[in-house]
């Protein structure tokens, strides 16, 4: 019997989660007219389809999500958020923060999220026969903050899953890399003062939320040094994110040695999405996947979780998904990138000189800190 090596955890629950029926990340009104939230389930929806019709799916063990308790989802959260968002479900639509639209019944859904990415991180540390996994989270989590929800996230479910294996399993090296096109800003504030977590964010420049990933934000206190932000020029594609790793990620992560890394795993930075102007293709994203399994195979005994966040071409995130998910379990399938014939001289995969001066420039700062 073929040996399944990597945890695909997902529920049909995540898929009915309503974010809003405005535009883009705007509510309709005005002359704006109703198209639906760009973070529709379409994206995620699709990830299982292909799954399926790959028949990577057969190959993954399917981990089903236990809801977070109150109590977990406190780890991080207030009491009083926690019982807005409650509350707010009762009827739906309205916002828990900055564009996180709570919809009827997304509380519960939220809970199941914020589970599933518990359950991920339960079942990697007590050494089932798969040390790694996919969560495919929805609603998102990185940027919601202690009060309250912000851009599409209502929980945060990586900080959750990170306090979890905290308090919970005795891990004391926690690495958690968020390589969304926008800035992981809880997450951040999380971990800003706490030396046993490495937060690594890499980002486009100046996104949303504007101001924050800057490169001398390093952290606070004892957490002074584990908070490495990596904001890259936009039109960064393949080349720019493999040397952003190579000078930046793998000696972070050498340096640390975790032993446990997550991974918010946001497929916004691809050359086709609507909310960043960021260029990986599907090959960029396996490329990260495969870098840092072998880096959780080497210091973690292989514990990685990589969960779902942002994404919002629901033509593309699929495939580079996919391609993750395929680096996660060392398989490989007759899926090919259909649309890398449209890349053909966009530069996706090419540094150009500003691009590379701003990865070492980052190093620069870096110095003393990374081996």
């Not at 504007?210 to 904001?231: Q, S, V, W, Y």
Request: proline share 4%.
């Amino acid at each position: 019997m073929m040996s399944k090596k990597t945890a695909f955890v997902y529920d049909e629950s995540y898929f009915w989660h309503n974010a809003g029926d405005g535009a883009l990340f705007e509510p309709a009104g005005g002359y704006i007219q109703e198209n639906g939230s760009v973070e529709s389930p379409e994206s995620k929806r699709r990830v299982k389809n292909l799954l399926d019709r790959s028949g990577l799916s057969d190959q993954l063990f399917h981990l089903p999500p236990v809801p977070a308790t109150d109590e977990q989802l406190q780890y991080f959260h207030t009491e009083r958020h926690v019982e807005a968002v409650k509350e707010m479900s009762k009827t739906g639509g309205l916002d828990c923060g900055d564009s996180a639209i709570v919809g009827k019944g997304s509380y519960e859904i939220a809970k199941l999220a914020a589970g599933g990415a518990i359950e991920a991180v339960r079942a990697v540390c007590e050494g089932k026969a798969f040390k790694n996994a996919y969560v495919l989270t929805r609603p998102p989590g990185h940027h919601a903050e202690t009060d309250q929800g912000m851009g599409f996230c209502i929980f945060n479910n990586v900080v959750i899953a990170a306090k979890y294996a905290q308090a919970e399993l005795g891990i004391n090296r926690i690495a958690i890399i968020d390589w969304d096109a926008h800035h992981g800003n809880g997450t951040e504030d999380a971990f800003y003062e706490d030396d046993r977590v490495l937060f690594i964010s890499l980002h486009q420049d100046n996104l949303e939320p504007i101001g924050r990933g800057k490169i001398a934000d390093r952290g606070a206190g004892k957490g002074e040094g584990f908070t490495l932000n990596i904001p890259l020029y936009a039109a960064s594609g393949d080349a720019v994110y493999a040397y952003a790793f190579e000078q930046l990620v793998v000696p972070a992560i050498e340096s640390f040695q975790p032993e446990l890394i997550l991974v918010s795993a946001g497929q916004d930075a691809s050359i086709f999405d609507p909310l960043a102007r960021m260029m990986l293709s599907t090959s960029g994203y396996r490329y990260m996947a495969k870098t840092v399994k072998e880096l959780a195979d080497k210091y973690a005994d292989g514990r990685l979780v990589c969960l779902h966040e942002g994404g919002y071409c629901e033509a593309y995130v699929p495939f580079c998904t996919h391609a993750i998910i395929e680096a996660l379990a060392g398989v490989t399938t007759d899926v090919d990138d259909p649309f890398i014939y449209a890349m053909a001289g966009t530069g996706y995969d090419k540094m150009l000189p500003h691009q590379k001066q701003r990865v070492d420039e980052i190093r620069e700062c870096w110095k003393g800190d990374l081996k």
